[in-house]
């Protein structure tokens, strides 16, 4: 084979970054074209070199083509001339390059025809098919070679395994590595140590890897990263952060990857105090501007409630990803700040940025009654034209807009169109049912679930004991809180507790409601007292009332609620004395009422009003509609609920003092 055919071969699949290896071949091939390959070919090392960064850079065709060559050239099988340990670093670099490319097949064969194996060969191969997920395969390797005594297995071979081992089923298998470990007497080292932190962490096998940590000698800035970040990931927050500052103490430095763990640390914890103080160091360090540390800082802040400090950071960003768009847009939705949420959303896309299936997952997720249902099926529209409805997050999010925004037919159209529903779909489903007080779909549907085979998770029974609330099937509710428990496992929250105080409470059995609260595993929170306190408003009982109100009163001192709602029911029963006293304890507290708000949209647009709003550019015709729609109402028979006259009863109060 002639050297000039070899680089006509590969000319064409010569990478920039690779055309020095090749360039002083070409040259000697365009002085002298009859010049052999023997005498001019590419040696080992550059070679080696070459396969590398083939398979380091998926360049398989390169790859194919450099293999061809080996194939043809008895240099690398004529036992004479072979050097082995040269030899064995190309096999092994072209089997990197098969194993990389996801070429299984290529690579099991060409192993088995390798010349020449060594320990680097089986992890070689080893690696290739647990990084493709084909565990089996790879776990089999694994045990064949430590059957060959010959091919010893070294710390590669099992950083490679545990490196692989990142679910919570593998729990077990790093377990097992560990005793190889141990047997292999490689516990010591520092690079199998970190591999173990970091896959026992990821498998929630904390003990263990805080064991390892703590018994290690020696630790490098990979160590105390891979402790933080899992502590941080499995939302440990507190311990993360302590870690971070017993290193930041230590000699060992943190780098940017230490840094982003313990911001997300700070996310969870709503640390804003230790946020900042962070936010200082990386600034110091000259990585603020580092795209993931940007990302991570807008990140704490919303979290943390300091909404303008991540849009400082947003504003004054270099250079900006979709992540970072992602974590300002989820940053204003939950901080409630829905309208400048999808304002910014509406200008990424006028702006042409590339809008991609979180995003809009993101935004869907702001929309409630009071938001535009037309801007919401612009947005649906736009699903539509990127082909996102294949995406369950974004088709979810759908159902929930559509159904919040008072559409129930479109959430139900979304829902069929989901070829592989998952239980949030499910659950998203049911919600909007209940939503809209159809409670007994709402049941059926949760039937079809369990059909379908799709567990329950919590959201779905909050849903349910919702719906069963609002049709007042108590028997079921109670039922559903039953097999919540006991058959699935899942542990309530204060907001199911709170339903279910709800339930009784709309059914009359209020006494039943104060002997559920009583009864509780957990301490009562505002949710449950507000719900006690809220039914006892709808039957006028005044003395169960006043003691919900007296709870609250202790756990949320700064709430209206109480007030407002023993104002009702002083209203209702007509002890106008307490009521007073009631309203005016609230004045000495501070406590201001919130406003309420209703809303309409027309052509696209909401329209918001709250009592007496006199704002709004068309007042005078809406108050003289008012007016005429009241009389009718009278001469119905429409008799006012005085419960309601609170607001009255104040600008009465007020006039009299005017006088």
Request: proline share 3%; hydrophobic share 40%; aromatic share 10%.
């Amino acid at each position: 084979m002639k050297s000039k055919w070899v680089f006509q071969k590969l000319k064409t699949h010569i990478p920039s970054e690779v055309s020095s290896l090749i360039s002083p071949l070409k040259t000697e091939i365009t002085r002298n074209p009859s010049i052999n390959t023997s005498t001019f070919v590419l040696n080992h090392q550059d070679i080696t070199q070459l396969l590398s960064i083939c398979g380091r850079e998926g360049y398989l065709r390169l790859g194919t083509s450099i293999h061809a060559s080996i194939m043809k050239n008895h240099e690398f099988f004529n036992p004479e001339t072979r050097d082995n340990f040269q030899d064995v670093l190309i096999w092994n670099s072209l089997l990197a390059v098969y194993a990389k490319s996801r070429k299984s097949t290529d690579a099991v064969k060409l192993f088995d025809e390798m010349p020449i194996k060594n320990t680097v060969s089986w992890n070689t191969l080893i690696s290739g098919f647990l990084t493709n997920g084909d565990f089996e395969i790879g776990f089999a390797l694994l045990k064949q070679m430590l059957e060959l005594d010959f091919y010893g297995l070294d710390q590669a071979t099992l950083t490679i395994v545990l490196s692989a081992c990142d679910t919570p089923e593998f729990c077990k298998v790093s377990r097992m590595i560990h005793g190889l470990a141990l047997l292999k007497g490689y516990e010591r080292e520092i690079t199998v140590c970190n591999a173990l932190i970091t896959s026992y962490f990821k498998c929630r096998c904390f003990g263990p890897g805080k064991q390892v940590f703590d018994e290690m000698l020696e630790r490098n800035v990979i160590s105390w990263t891979a402790i933080i970040s899992g502590l941080a990931q499995n939302q440990l927050y507190e311990n993360s952060l302590h870690l971070f500052v017993k290193m930041c103490n230590g000699y060992v430095k943190p780098n940017s990857l230490t840094y982003l763990s313990s911001l997300v640390a700070c996310s969870g914890l709503q640390a804003l105090v230790e946020g900042r103080q962070i936010h200082g160091h990386v600034w110091k360090l000259g990585i603020q501007s580092d795209l993931c540390v940007e990302s991570a800082l807008m990140d704490m802040y919303s979290k943390c409630r300091s909404l303008e400090d991540a849009w400082r950071i947003f504003e004054s960003a270099e250079e900006l990803d979709e992540v970072s768009m992602t974590v300002i847009l989820a940053g204003f939705a939950k901080n409630g700040s829905d309208e400048e949420a999808i304002q910014f959303f509406v200008k990424m896309v006028k702006m042409g940025i590339n809008i991609d299936p979180k995003m809009v997952s993101s935004i869907l997720g702001v929309f409630g009654a009071d938001t535009s249902l037309g801007i919401g099926e612009q947005i649906h529209s736009l699903v539509i034209k990127r082909n996102f409805s294949s995406n369950i997050f974004v088709s979810n999010g759908l159902i929930n807009m559509y159904s919040k925004c008072g559409d129930l037919v479109e959430s139900i159209k979304v829902f069929i169109r989901i070829p592989q529903r998952n239980s949030i779909s499910w659950s998203s489903m049911i919600a909007a049912f209940a939503r809209h007080g159809d409670g007994f779909r709402a049941l059926q549907l949760y039937d079809e679930m369990r059909l379908e085979g799709v567990e329950p998770t919590d959201v779905t029974f909050l849903s349910l004991l919702h719906a069963c609330s609002h049709v007042g099937l108590v028997e079921k509710g109670m039922e559903f809180l039953k097999c919540m428990t006991e058959v699935h496992r899942i542990i309530p929250r204060s907001e199911h507790y709170a339903c279910v105080v709800d339930m009784l409470g709309r059914a009359g059995l209020l006494s039943e409601a104060k002997s559920f609260i009583e009864a509780l595993p957990v301490k009562p929170d505002v949710l449950i007292w507000q719900s006690l306190l809220g039914a006892c408003s709808i039957h006028g009982d005044s003395e169960l009332g006043k003691y919900a109100a007296d709870q609250l009163f202790v756990t949320a001192p700064e709430t209206a609620a109480p007030y407002i709602l023993m104002a009702n029911i002083y209203s209702l029963k007509g002890r106008w004395k307490e009521r007073a006293g009631t309203i005016k304890k609230m004045k000495e507290m501070g406590v201001a009422k919130v406003t309420g708000t209703s809303w309409i949209e027309i052509e696209k647009k909401v329209h918001s009003f709250v009592v007496e709003d006199k704002m709004h550019p068309e007042a005078d015709t809406i108050y003289f509609v008012l007016g005429g729609l009241f009389r009718l109402m009278v001469d119905e028979g429409y008799v006012m609920d005085k419960r309601f006259i609170l607001y009255y009863l104040d600008q009465k109060e007020k006039g009299e003092q005017m006088l």
